[in-house]
C-alpha cells in the first residue's frame, strides 16, 4: 500500500504560481511512478503530468508543458508541481497518484492504483 497526502492548494490570480506536494508513506517508491492528474467541474479526470522515481524520466500533457514542473524529493519521499503563469482554465481538484513504472502508460488514469485526497486550486482571472 501506498498512502499519499497532497498539499499546498489555493487561490491564486492568473499568472500566479502555487506548488502542489505530495507526500508518500508505505513503500519505498523505486519501482513506482508518481503522477499529478487534475478534474475541472464537469469534466473527466486529466492528465498533468508524472515522474517515475528511479530515474527521474518525466512526462508532461501539452497544456502545461513549459509552466509547470514536476519534481521530487527523495529523502522526503514527496513529489512536487511547480504551476507557473496559472490560467483560469487550470482550476479544478489535484490528484496525486502513484502506479508501478511498468504497468500502463503514465498518462492514463486506469493505470494509477493509489491515489491521494486531492486538493483544490482556483485561478481567479
Do not use: H
Amino acid at each position: 500500500q501506498v498512502q499519499l497526502v497532497e498539499s499546498g492548494g489555493g487561490v491564486v490570480q492568473a499568472g500566479g504560481s502555487l506548488r502542489l506536494s505530495c507526500a508518500a508513506s508505505g513503500r519505498t517508491l523505486n519501482t513506482y511512478t508518481m503522477g499529478w492528474f487534475r478534474r475541472a467541474p464537469g469534466k473527466e479526470r486529466e492528465f498533468v503530468a508524472a515522474m517515475s522515481w528511479s530515474d527521474g524520466s518525466t512526462y508532461y500533457a501539452d497544456a502545461v508543458k513549459g509552466r509547470f514542473t514536476i519534481s521530487r524529493d527523495n529523502a522526503k519521499n514527496t513529489l512536487y508541481l511547480q504551476m507557473n503563469s496559472l490560467k483560469p482554465e487550470d482550476t479544478a481538484v489535484y490528484y496525486c497518484a502513484a502506479k508501478r513504472t511498468n504497468y500502463g502508460s503514465p498518462a492514463s488514469p486506469s493505470s494509477y492504483d493509489y491515489w491521494g485526497q486531492g486538493t483544490q486550486v482556483t485561478v481567479s482571472s
